[in-house]
């Protein structure tokens, strides 16, 4: 049995397989996932797991040089977008419209999906380098 980090085997996989620019999304319960993109769905049921939580795990096993999200988030779900700026310290942040975050989606390696219900509560995390 694993000891520390992600116990999920999908998410380890995949963050342990990324290369430098590589991406994965965390996704909300509604963010279309394109049908050719892996799905790794966590969601068991509304708020579970948050999209917060999840994002603050997998940045403790990858390393993330730019994140993607949504402008709309900005003005739909401000609190959630504030939240989610707050544990990416020394990353680039890109604004892009939401119309661009879903069309990032088909490039991703990964989508994760959790149980959130706030609007537009999606990232796009660009995989950096360690060294």
Do not use: W
Not at 31 to 57: M, N, Q, W
Request: proline share 5%; net charge neutral.
């Amino acid at each position: 049995m694993k000891k520390i980090g992600i116990l999920n085997s999908q998410i380890s996989r995949v963050i342990s397989q990324l290369g430098h620019m590589d991406r994965i999304v965390i996704a909300d319960a509604g963010l279309p996932i394109p049908p050719h993109v892996k799905r790794i769905d966590l969601a068991l049921k509304e708020g579970v797991p948050s999209f917060i939580e999840t994002v603050e795990t997998v940045l403790q096993e990858m390393c993330v040089e730019k994140a993607y999200v949504a402008q709309e988030m900005g003005t739909a779900s401000a609190p959630k977008k504030e939240e989610l700026i707050a544990v990416l310290p020394g990353v680039q942040i890109k604004v892009i419209t939401h119309e661009e975050l879903k069309a990032l989606t088909h490039q991703a390696k990964a989508v994760i999906r959790t149980g959130e219900f706030t609007p537009y509560a999606n990232v796009v995390l660009e995989a950096g380098v360690i060294f």
